[in-house]
């Protein structure tokens, strides 16, 4: 559980900066920075590395993943991998609607989003989704190592294409990846503690 509280601790101190306007110098900093690396090609591909964290891409993909691992007779897996994605969705609502920060103006005439900026939502769901299927497949894998890079670098990529698109300051990605990384430390803390109704996870699992 230390992970879980170093994670809420790191995401505590930055809602309180964020309100205080204390990380708007950081956040523009960096935003502008990155701004000034945009090109036609990279814009292509953050526009496309940004659709992995969206809800239309990120539901179908959950539901055929988790199909597979009850066919696997992985139940207990799916349902896992269900609780995350569905929990960090829903605690991501009630994160943005408790801090209320507007949104930054958006790169490249991208329609504006409706919904609060803190934490960013990509960066929590792609911690949710991605970091807890990287979980599931690496336990008891001999390809553990490759499920984890995957389960890492996929999030680092959305998140940072969210920044690059202007659609969140870094921060609320910092605070994304936070929250979820609490979330699923407990999540999977539970998991443990739960009595064993269905195969347990160290089962190898072929995708």
Known sequence: MIAAL?????????????AGGNTMGFDLAVRGAVHSWTSP????????????GEPGFVIPLGLLLGAMLIWRRRARAAVTLAAAAIGGECLNAILKASFHRARPEAFFGLPQPEHYSFPSGHAMASVCFYGA??????????????????GIATPLIIGFSRVYLGVHYPTDVLAGYAAAIAWLTILFRLDRKVPKAFPPHNSKIRL
């Open 133 to 150: 299927l990287a979980a599931i497949l690496a336990a008891g894998s001999a390809r553990s190592a490759a499920y984890w890079a995957f």
């Open 41 to 52: 090609a990279l814009t292509r591909a953050m526009r496309g590395a940004s659709e992995l």
């Open 6 to 18: 170093a994670a809420a601790l790191f995401f505590a101190w930055l809602a309180i900066e964020v």
